[in-house]
């Protein structure tokens, strides 16, 4: 990988060891996927951000790590390990070090935006506007539905990004590179968020590619159905792009046969104990869907609910909370 004279200087430590370190992790996933160079980012989102993931260990990292350096884009944040308005029952440790966490992001100029849907609440770069994203499901999102260009980044690569403004020019940010092989095509028409979830999940676990094609299915699909094809194809595989449409040589069909086995798969349980809504988290139009559902109506069990704190505000103005809240759901 070719590096510029100031990149060659950083790396050697002239700007200080964090930062030096920084240039080396993205040098040595530069040089593992066949990178050429690296470009200049305008986003970056952090994973790595709730203390029940990172540990003792990542606190002390990026307590360290944060008072060397500063971050260069705009810098975004996963979820957080607690509601910070409702702790609950979480130990004081716990809270201590996941307070920790948060300054130390905080101190760097990240965004505490504690969301895993970033593309709901932020202003988006033009098309082809080079990205980091270590959250699966926003990264295939954002290259899929909004033609942004990013790999399906680490905790560590998309910190990284973030500190020196920079990612690898390789994968799924090269133009030759986001062509599908293989294409997923359903033989029946999908009709929910949960057929879109399953058709991605079969995707993911049958596609080793970086990008798979679906066709048959809806060209612009609604963000809730976008939202499920995304998140799914990130949880069984590789994949870190789909295309909709133009079927390559290669075609793989979907039928009911393989949604039912794919469901009879994941689901472990006769019946659950609690109900959770938001992974990935729901944004507006979701709420406001759940909200017409419920209305009138009761949760037969105990219902909690997850978005982020930026959409939850928008929902209390507007009244969709009240109705979800009367039906016994909890935010």
């Not at 360290?64 to 944040?77: R, Y």
């Not at 973030?162 to 294409?183: C, F, I, Q």
């Not at 349980?269 to 944004?283: C, F, N, Y």
């Amino acid at each position: 990988m070719q590096l510029t004279k100031e990149e060659e200087k950083i790396i050697s430590g002239e700007s200080g060891e964090a930062l030096a370190s920084a240039y080396r992790i993205l040098l040595a996933i530069g040089n593992a996927t066949e990178a050429t160079k690296l470009i200049p980012i305008k986003w970056a989102h952090l994973s790595g951000v709730n203390y029940n993931t990172v540990g003792d260990a990542g606190v002390e990292f990026l307590e360290k790590f944060s008072t060397e350096v500063k971050v260069k884009v705009k810098t975004t944040l996963n979820p957080m390990g607690f509601d910070r308005n409702k702790p609950g029952d979480m130990s004081d440790y716990f809270v201590k070090q996941q307070m920790s966490i948060i300054k130390s992001y905080h101190s760097m100029g990240a965004t505490p935006s504690f969301t895993c849907i970033p593309y709901e609440i932020f202003e988006i770069p033009v098309k082809k506007s080079a990205v980091s994203f270590a959250e699966s499901s926003a990264a295939i999102f954002s290259n899929s539905i909004l033609g942004l260009l990013t790999n399906k980044e680490s905790a560590l690569s998309a910190l990284a990004s973030s500190v020196t403004g920079k990612a690898p020019y390789s994968d799924l940010r090269v133009a030759e590179l986001r062509n599908p092989k293989a294409t997923i095509k359903p033989d029946f028409k999908l009709m929910t968020e949960l057929d879109y979830g399953l058709l991605g999940y079969f995707g993911g676990k049958t596609v080793k590619e970086s990008c798979v094609a679906f066709d048959g299915i809806e060209k612009k699909p609604e963000m809730i159905k976008a939202k499920a094809l995304s998140a799914s194809l990130g949880t069984s595989g590789s994949c870190g792009m789909f295309t909709i449409g133009d079927p390559t040589k290669e075609v793989i069909s979907f039928g009911k046969q393989e949604l039912n086995t794919i469901k009879d798969e994941l689901n472990t349980a006769d019946e659950g104990d609690i109900i959770t809504l938001g992974s990935p988290q729901l944004g507006l139009n979701e709420l406001n869907l759940l909200s017409d559902l419920v209305e009138g109506k009761k949760f037969t069990k105990r219902c909690m609910i997850f978005c982020p704190r930026a959409i939850h505000q928008q929902a209390v103005q507007i009244g969709i909370t009240d109705k979800i809240i009367k039906a016994g759901g909890e935010f």
